[in-house]
């Protein structure tokens, strides 16, 4: 479904991902894992054009979309989740939720402000609740909720379970799990091994830019070293 070919990407003159690699299979979860600064909220950005490559090639759903506008890539089916949130903090959850509402698409769910609070029961006690008044986990509840509001075919997630509560991180497990019990494509940038080992199906690891390992938790359990090269603190 997404394929990252020899990507480049930079800030100003800082080189920053250096000749990535990496693919997610349709109907899959795979965790984009590595230590701070080790580059996956830029792959992210670079998978979504927000930061485009100076070489390389990123392939969605069999398409160049390297170079595409940002609001393009999603229409084609890249929903984007922000580690920053970036909710509308005086609109209501419901309001919310309309706003992030894009036309079904062919082959992919589509999402309705009852189906989401179904995964997200917090979100539906407090749908008349404006974003402010929310925690930081709901508030990231309801980030996911609005990018599905978009129906996306493949769902971004940038570190999902930083800063948040022990117990909201289960929930986001589950709600996770429950979104690739129906199908939906996830790549997940994270830190918490823990975590990505509960909801991944497949771990891609990078350090200063470059792919230092990709395969399933067991390859990676029968490589400790490399779990003490690049994810101990």
């Known amino acids: 479904m997404l394929e990252c070919k020899n990507i480049n990407s930079f800030y100003g003159k800082a080189h920053i991902l250096n000749d990535l690699c990496m693919s997610v299979d349709a109907g899959t979860v795979v965790s984009l894992l590595g230590r701070n600064g080790a580059g996956k909220t830029t792959t992210i950005k670079s998978i979504m054009q927000m930061v485009v490559p ?67 029961p917090n979100l539906k006690e407090r749908r008349n609740n404006r974003g402010k008044e929310l925690s930081g986990g709901e508030q990231q509840m309801l980030t996911i909720a609005r990018t599905l509001m978009g129906n996306p075919k493949l769902l971004l997630l940038d570190e999902p379970s930083e800063g948040i509560a022990p117990v909201i991180v289960e929930q986001m497990a589950e709600t996770i799990l429950n979104l690739k019990a129906q199908g939906v494509t996830v790549l997940i940038s994270e830190q918490n091994l823990h975590f990505a080992r509960i909801v991944a199906d497949r771990a891609v690891i990078i350090e200063s830019g470059s792919l230092k390992f990709d395969g399933t938790f067991l390859d990676l359990d029968a490589q400790p070293e490399i779990q003490g090269a690049y994810l101990s603190v």
């Open 54 to 120: 100076k070489t390389g090639q990123v392939t969605f759903l069999d398409r160049d979309i390297t170079g595409w506008p940002p609001h393009k890539v999603a229409r084609m089916g890249l929903g984007y989740v922000p580690e920053e949130r970036r909710i509308f903090t005086d609109l209501t959850i419901l309001e919310n939720l309309e706003v992030g509402r894009q036309p079904a698409r062919d082959g992919s769910i589509e999402w309705t402000i009852e189906m989401l609070f179904e995964i997200f």
